[in-house]
């Protein structure tokens, strides 16, 4: 019988004792790891002769109180000289309740009820968020929406892509309404949802306002012509003629929608919208889309 297993035995009959065992074992361990972690990023162990001359070495610790089930522990996180160490035992110093939140609106991303996750977040954290708490939370990305329909669009794109799909908004009753979307794609080949809007149903009248508005935003250059692409370089030919790449962003939407049955509001609507144009944004931000960078100066040739 080792140590931890006898001082575990007497403590089996006090929760007290038990839970400082715990904790006590638990800030070991994590220390442990940190440890090992810098250990592994310096390719030697402390005190080794083989990392003299190295060009790194260890340089101390910081001290950080972290809080688990058990109680706060204290951790030592190992420092290098050269301050290129990131430790990944223990997540970035956030506050339980940050943590919680962001949790809270990455479910409400991906489609989960308020009441869903007000129930996850119980029996995952152990704290009670009532399913209008839940709504308040996911009402902080209303700004960053915000902020998303009002910022300054590229000038120029070399093709975009308009649709619109259905989703279920109650107003005075339950109807399907629109949302209008618009994708582009850059000259240097990166994909962007542009803009969407939310309207009764699909016209003329709303395409128009829509794209007014994004040339009011900056947007000055698209090719008008439907068939223009007869035009543009092969390798670019086969990726740009299939409106695909929307038709697959409008199904991800509806799939995610799919759980909530309706939306309460317009506001609710847009904000769930939004988070789906934002991420994908940033999933795309740094993609090439196919062909574009075989012909990129072709590309930017079209517009001087």
């Known amino acids: 019988m080792n140590d931890f297993t006898k001082d575990f035995a007497q403590a089996l009959f006090n929760p007290d004792k038990i839970n ?39 340089n101390g610790a910081y001290f950080r109180k972290v809080d688990t089930q058990f ?59 009532s399913p209008a ?9 209303f700004p960053k929406v915000e902020a998303y329909h009002k910022r300054k669009l590229s000038d120029k794109f070399f093709c975009v892509y308009l649709d619109a799909t259905y989703l279920p908004l109650r107003r005075e009753t339950f109807e399907r ?6 994708i582009g794609i850059k000259p240097n080949g990166h994909k962007e949802v542009i803009d969407y809007c939310i309207a009764l149903s699909e016209n003329i009248e709303v395409w128009t306002e829509m794209l007014q508005n994004m040339r009011f935003r900056g947007l000055m250059e ?5 068939l223009v692409f007869y035009n543009y370089p092969k390798q670019i030919r086969a990726s740009i003629y299939s409106t695909s790449m929307i038709k697959s962003f409008n199904n991800v939407i509806k799939r995610k929608a799919k759980p909530k049955a309706e939306f309460p509001t317009e506001q609710s609507l847009d904000a769930f919208i939004g988070i789906q144009a934002m991420s994908y944004n940033d999933r795309y931000f740094n993609r090439i889309h196919k062909g574009f960078g075989q012909v990129q100066d072709t590309l930017e040739s079209y517009f001087d």
Do not use: C
């Open 20 to 58: 400082d065992l715990l904790r006590k074992e638990l800030q070991q361990a994590v220390n442990n790891l940190l440890e090992a972690e810098l250990t592994t990023f310096l390719g030697y162990d402390p005190y080794a002769r083989n990392g003299w001359n190295t060009g790194n070495s260890r």
């Open 133 to 141: 708490q839940v709504s308040n939370i996911s009402k902080q990305m």
């Open 177 to 182: 309404e629109a949302v209008y979307i618009a």
């Open 222 to 226: 698209i090719e008008s012509d439907l």
């Open 71 to 129: 109680g706060p522990i204290e951790v030592q996180v190992p420092r290098d000289r050269n301050g290129q160490f990131h430790q990944h035992t223990l997540p970035d110093y956030k506050r339980h309740s940050d943590i919680l939140e962001s949790m809270i609106i990455k479910l409400y991303s991906k489609g989960v009820t308020t009441r869903e996750i007000a129930d996850l977040s119980e029996k995952m954290y152990g704290s009670h968020y």
